[in-house]
């Protein structure tokens, strides 16, 4: 079974601290991606990466950044975290392009006082 | 571009009722199209997946969707309902215009109470 792990389940900051939200696949997915999920929203895209090293910003990107420097491991970054970041995070990976269905972790829910 | 619209933001049955989740989506190339759901404090799980081959798809847990290119629609079905189907449920298109470059948009959500 695939499996999609995320550092944390729950995360309280406070406004201005640097966050990092960890993600990490154990299938040699090449594609992984960083959501947030909110009531009446859905979810929606914040940055996918390809491969190692290679990212591109989703629909919603402000106020995060990315790291992917190994293939199974995928970062999120808020650099000064505010409070409109408090959010479910969702990471996924996905299979190879042809089947694109994609493998989610069980979210991590960030708190930002 | 590509959008998806769930017509329902919640939809209650009664145990061993009909289940219809209704789903509409726009898309410029051949969709994929797929239906996730979400139990209390889960992550997502694929439930079934459209992808060009059949249109009637049969999913996990009995579910199933029909693909109807006419009405732009994948309404997800399931002929008696569970308690435990009680759950958030994701309507998700993805344009393979893009190839390797395909994303997924996701719909609102709809959230399924099943009582007794």
């Known amino acids: 079974d695939v499996k999609v792990t995320q550092s944390s389940r729950y995360l309280v900051k406070r406004t201005g601290e640097k966050v990092f939200l960890e993600c990490v696949q154990d299938m040699d997915h090449e594609n992984m991606f960083w959501y947030r999920q909110d009531p009446g929203l859905g979810l929606r895209l914040i940055y996918f990466s390809y491969d190692v090293k290679m990212k591109e910003k989703g629909d919603i990107p402000e106020g995060y950044s990315v790291s992917r420097e190994k293939k199974e491991r995928f970062s999120l970054i808020l650099e000064s975290a505010s409070t409109n970041q408090t959010s479910m995070y969702l990471c996924?990976?996905?299979?190879?392009?042809?089947?694109?269905?994609?493998?989610f972790g069980p979210g991590t829910r960030l708190t930002v006082l | 571009a590509q959008s998806v619209t769930q017509l329902d933001s919640h939809v209650s049955v009664s145990e061993g009722t009909p289940v219809l989740l209704r789903c509409n989506y726009s898309?410029?190339?051949?969709?994929?199209l797929f239906w996730y759901v979400q139990h209390p404090n889960k992550g997502l799980q694929l439930l079934l997946k459209y992808t060009s081959a059949a249109t009637l798809v049969k999913g996990i847990n009995g579910f199933e969707a029909e693909f109807k290119k006419s009405e732009t629609s994948f309404h997800l079905t399931k002929p008696s309902a569970h308690m435990s189907d009680a759950a958030e449920y994701f309507c998700?298109?993805?344009?393979?215009?893009?190839?390797?470059?395909?994303?997924?948009?996701f719909g609102t959500g709809t959230r399924l109470q099943v009582t007794l």
């Open positions: 996924a990976s996905r299979t190879p392009p042809s089947r694109d269905e994609q493998f």
């Open positions: 898309s410029s190339y051949s969709p994929s």
């Open positions: 998700v298109v993805s344009d393979l215009g893009t190839g390797t470059a395909s994303k997924l948009t």
